[in-house]
């Protein structure tokens, strides 16, 4: 085969594959800021629902533990039958 055909495949076969690479980074990228989008949705209704209005701010400072530690004791209540 002449060289410069050989070189021009193999130019073509390289540009095919950084294109490919490039499309895959693009959708990998959109995929994980999908995904962190999700997640942030989920937060921000799980404060929505069981945090108080202002929260930091409006509450005093030990209210997220005793809220864990209220949530958890009230769950294994329920499951333990106490």
């Excluded at 060289?3 to 895959?24: R, T, V």
């Excluded at 994980?32 to 929505?48: A, C």
């Excluded at 930091?56 to 864990?68: D, E, F, G, R």
């Amino acid at each position: 085969m002449d060289e410069k055909i050989i070189k021009g495949l193999s130019l073509e076969l390289n540009n095919k594959g950084k294109i490919n690479s490039d499309e895959q980074l693009k959708k990998t990228k959109l995929q994980e800021d999908s995904t962190q989008n999700i997640l942030e949705q989920i937060q921000n209704k799980f404060n929505v629902m069981f945090l108080p209005k202002g929260y930091p701010l409006s509450v005093s400072a030990p209210y997220l533990s005793y809220s864990i530690w209220h949530f958890s004791h009230l769950v294994i209540g329920t499951i333990t039958g106490g």
